[in-house]
T-cell receptor, first 113, second 111 residues
Framework: AQTIHQWPVAEIKAVGSPLSLGCTIKGKSSPNLYWYWQATGGTLQQLFYSITVGQVESVVQLNLSASRPKDDQFILSTEKLLLSHSGFYLC????????????FGPGTRLLVL | QQKVQQSPESLIVPEGGMASLNCTSSDRNVDYFWWYRQHSGKSPKMLMSIFSNGEKEEGRFTVHLNKASLHTSLHIRDSQPSDSALYLCAAKNTNTGKLTFGDGTVLTVKP
C-alpha cells in the first residue's frame, strides 16, 4: 500500500528566514506529485506539480520554489519567508490519467512571525 | 479562470438528518468531479468521485452529477456528529489537467 509522509509536522519561523518542506511517497512508482497551500479558513490552492523526476511546473507565484530530486520525493522551499506564507502545506499524489484521484499527505502547518 | 462555486457556505443539520451540498463549475472543459472531506486540523480525504451523468451511492453518501449544467451535489443521510467537517468539491479541467477546489461547505451536525 502507498504511504505519503510530510516533514516537518509543524514549523514556527521568522520572517526572512529560509524554509524547506519535504514530502515522500512510498509504494507508487513515478506518481504525479503536487504541492498545495491552504490559508487558515481558506481555499486549497495548487502551487506546483511534477510528473517526473527533475521536472516541476509552477501554477501560482508565491515566492516559493519546488524540486523533485528523486522519483519519490518532492521539496518545497524559499530563501526568504513572508508573513503571507503562513498556512497549511499539503503534498498530494496521483497516477497519470485525468480521472485519477489526488490523495493528500498529512500536511505541514507553518506559522511565520 | 476556472471557478468552482460551492453552496451553502455553512450548514447545520440535526443528528440523523439529511445534509445536501452543492457545487458548480464555470469551466466548460471540466469533466471530472470529486468530493473531499476535511476534518479540523487534518488533511482532505477523498470521499467520492463522479464522472458520468446520474447518481452514485456509497453507504450514507450519494452524489449526483449533471454534466450539462456542470453541477454536482453531495447528500449525506442519517448525518452523524463525526460528519462535521469542511466539504470540498474539486473539478478537473481535462485540457490542462488542473484540479481546482471550491471554497467548501462547513457542515455541523448537532447531537
Amino acid at each position: 500500500a502507498q504511504t505519503i509522509h510530510q516533514w516537518p509536522v509543524a514549523e514556527i519561523k521568522a520572517v526572512g528566514s529560509p524554509l524547506s518542506l519535504g514530502c515522500t511517497i512510498k509504494g507508487k512508482s513515478s506518481p504525479n506529485l503536487y504541492w498545495y497551500w491552504q490559508a487558515t479558513g481558506g481555499t486549497l490552492q495548487q502551487l506546483f506539480y511534477s510528473i517526473t523526476v527533475g521536472q516541476v511546473e509552477s501554477v501560482v507565484q508565491l515566492n516559493l520554489s519546488a524540486s523533485r530530486p528523486k522519483d519519490d520525493q518532492f521539496i518545497l522551499s524559499t530563501e526568504k519567508l513572508l508573513l503571507s506564507h503562513s498556512g497549511f502545506y499539503l503534498c498530494a499524489w496521483s497516477l497519470h490519467l485525468n480521472q485519477d484521484t489526488q490523495y493528500f499527505g498529512p500536511g505541514t502547518r507553518l506559522l511565520v512571525l | 479562470q476556472q471557478k468552482v462555486q460551492q453552496s451553502p457556505e455553512s450548514l447545520i443539520v440535526p443528528e440523523g438528518g439529511m445534509a445536501s451540498l452543492n457545487c458548480t463549475s464555470s469551466d466548460r472543459n471540466v469533466d471530472y468531479f470529486w468530493w473531499y472531506r476535511q476534518h479540523s486540523g487534518k488533511s482532505p480525504k477523498m470521499l467520492m468521485s463522479i464522472f458520468s451523468n446520474g447518481e452514485k451511492e456509497e453507504g450514507r453518501f450519494t452524489v449526483h452529477l449533471n454534466k450539462a449544467s456542470l453541477h454536482t451535489s453531495l447528500h449525506i443521510r442519517d448525518s452523524q456528529p463525526s460528519d462535521s467537517a469542511l466539504y470540498l468539491c474539486a473539478a478537473k479541467n481535462t485540457n490542462t489537467g488542473k484540479l481546482t477546489f471550491g471554497d467548501g461547505t462547513v457542515l455541523t451536525v448537532k447531537p
